[in-house]
């Protein structure tokens, strides 16, 4: 397990809507997973899920009591990042706010590099 407080940031915000989340579930052994894939409209995508497992090669931010990982994959399209958690009359939402994306859709889940 690696763990890293640089590759990405998780703002006081996003740890907080993440311990709710963990706290609806009824289950404090759940973790934020943060994932890029391909696809969307601009070619790349964040995917963001709770789960149990952590992998060996997963990447540990815990901020506040929660944590999120990153694949070693995934971290290479966000390192520098932070994940953040807005809340607007338009609706909340997590928001990745990652300078290597060079293009980014009106969404906001998708992107380019």
């Known amino acids: 397990m690696n763990t890293s407080k640089n590759i990405v940031d998780l703002s006081a915000s996003a ?3 993440i311990a709710t989340l963990i706290e609806t579930k009824g289950n404090p052994d759940l973790k934020f997973r943060v994932a890029v894939n391909g ?4 070619g790349f995508q964040y995917d963001f899920n709770l789960v149990e497992d ?3 090669d997963d990447i540990a931010i815990t901020r506040d009591g929660v944590t999120m ?3 070693g994959l ?7 990042a932070e994940l953040d958690f807005i809340e607007e009359l338009a ?3 997590f928001v990745m706010k990652n ?7 009106g ?3 998708s992107f380019a590099v």
């Not at 696809?39 to 601009?42: A, L, P, T």
């Open 69 to 71: 990982l990153i694949d």
């Open 107 to 109: 969404c906001g889940s």
């Open 39 to 42: 696809g969307g409209c601009s």
């Open 54 to 56: 952590q992998k060996s």
């Open 15 to 17: 740890a907080a809507r």
């Open 74 to 80: 995934s971290a290479m399209y966000v390192a520098g």
């Open 91 to 93: 609706g909340s939402m």
């Open 99 to 105: 300078p290597n994306a060079t293009a980014s859709c």
